[in-house]
């Protein structure tokens, strides 16, 4: 019988520890499947992914710059997904519809609550940015009971719109950065594309509380921007995004294969090869 098909479509993808995360947890949990990374720009989604499926492909996920394209692509979202309007992961169904489902939230709450010990409730968070990155977090962090979740964008309209449409979750309000002058947080994550540009936004001082955490859910092999700056502020951590890369891909694999794999392992291995 032919293994399970599974892919990781986006653009660009070359770097993409998917397959060998994917690989790994196979191995783990003794499921034979194929995972590759396959290099599809926005223009072709639509194409590749038809073709993917009509070949007998059973999930893919969905990346950088697929993600809206991939929810638009679903015949049927999930929940989460939907909150979010970004899918990372697509799944075949018995009746040959597909199911778009969005595990990137929970892959971030899972490792920064189990992995990393840090409570979310009750605590005030900021996040930087108001992109796709962001969207996929929010309603899972405001499921966790925050006493406040603030987005602030270098486009303040658009921090203020995302916030709007998350206002019945927690008490979310959207802002520039300048208006973070005097405030404190608890948990500072920064969804922005500045960190792969090694670029920061303007922060002002003081804007971490005391023992607070610092999340960049950006990773690199050398600490990024973000995660120094982090140190600068004295954070009781400062930590990249390896661990949700890895929680979101377990998520994903469970939901395609009903298994859950050992994540810390995982993480662990590709922390030590970085
Ligand atoms: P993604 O889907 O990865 O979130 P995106 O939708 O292009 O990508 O959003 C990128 C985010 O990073 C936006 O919030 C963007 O701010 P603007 O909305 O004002 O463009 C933010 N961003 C990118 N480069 C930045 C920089 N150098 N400083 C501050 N914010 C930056």
Request: proline content about 4%; charged content about 15%; glycine content about 10%.
């Amino acid at each position: 019988m032919a293994i399970d098909r599974y892919a990781v479509f986006g653009q660009p993808i070359q770097h993409s520890k998917s397959p060998r995360i994917h690989q790994l947890f196979a191995e783990q949990t003794g499921q034979s499947l194929s995972y590759v990374a396959q290099e599809v720009p926005a223009e072709t989604f639509t194409d590749a992914a038809d073709a993917f499926f009509s070949q007998g492909g059973k999930g893919l996920n969905c990346t950088v710059p697929l993600k809206e394209l991939a929810w638009a692509y679903a015949d049927k979202n999930t929940g989460r997904a939907g909150l979010s309007k970004a899918v990372n992961t697509l799944v075949l169904q018995e009746d040959g519809g597909i199911l778009g489902d969005n595990t990137d939230g929970c892959g971030l709450v899972s490792d920064l609550m189990l992995n990393h010990g840090i409570a979310l409730s009750g605590s005030r968070i900021l996040i930087l940015g108001a992109g796709g990155a962001s969207r996929g977090i929010i309603a899972p962090l405001c499921q966790q009971t925050p006493h406040s979740l603030t987005i602030a964008n270098r486009s303040i309209d658009k921090a203020v719109n995302l916030a709007t449409e998350f206002s019945d979750m927690t008490t979310v309000t959207g802002c520039g950065f300048a208006a973070l002058a005097g405030q404190q947080y608890d948990l500072i994550l920064n969804a922005t594309s500045a960190s792969l540009s090694d670029q920061l936004p303007p922060l002002p001082e003081n804007l971490l509380a005391k023992h607070g955490v610092c999340y960049d859910l950006a990773y690199g092999n050398q600490p990024t921007a973000f995660v120094r700056w982090g140190w600068s502020q004295h954070a009781a951590k400062s930590l990249d995004g390896l661990g949700m890369l890895v929680e979101q891909a377990a998520e994903a694999f469970f939901i395609w294969r009903g298994v859950r794999p050992d994540t810390r392992a995982v993480i662990e291995l590709l922390d030590k090869s970085r």
